[in-house]
């Protein structure tokens, strides 16, 4: 079990900023690949992003890439996704997830099938 907690969510204006962090627990997760999904009301769970054990892989999906970063920091056990130029449509419940599967693709890890374990959600809300 990799326990997954989701901060930093929060009620923002169209326009705005926001960084989300997931902090892991335990001594491995550094051999943990992790991603970002979202999931709007009414909508199924969408990827967000990916990053890779050593960050060297790293994967966007379109409607987000150029306005977040996912990034992680192996020495705090944390993860995290800024989001800048923030849009009504990104209003949703934020997840992080974990996998210690590795994929020779990393756009592999944009299925929500490639992780094992999840968090609770974090609530973005952009108003308009």
């Known amino acids: 079990q990799v326990p997954l907690v989701e901060s930093g969510g929060g009620l923002v204006q169209a326009g705005d900023s926001l960084r989300l962090s997931c902090a892991a627990s335990g001594r491995t997760f550094s051999t943990y690949a992790m991603g970002w999904f979202r999931q709007a009301p009414g909508k199924e769970r969408e990827f967000v992003a990916a990053?890779?054990?050593?960050?060297?892989?790293?994967y966007y999906a379109d409607s987000v890439k150029g306005r977040f970063t996912i990034s992680r920091d192996n020495a705090k056990n944390t993860v995290y996704l800024q989001m800048n130029s923030l849009k009504p449509e990104d209003t949703a419940v934020y997840y992080c997830a974990a996998t210690p599967r590795t994929f020779p693709i990393i756009r592999s890890y944009s299925g929500e099938y490639a992780y094992d374990y999840w968090g609770q959600g974090t609530q973005v809300t952009v108003s308009p």
């Open positions: 990053i890779s054990r050593s960050s060297g892989g790293i």
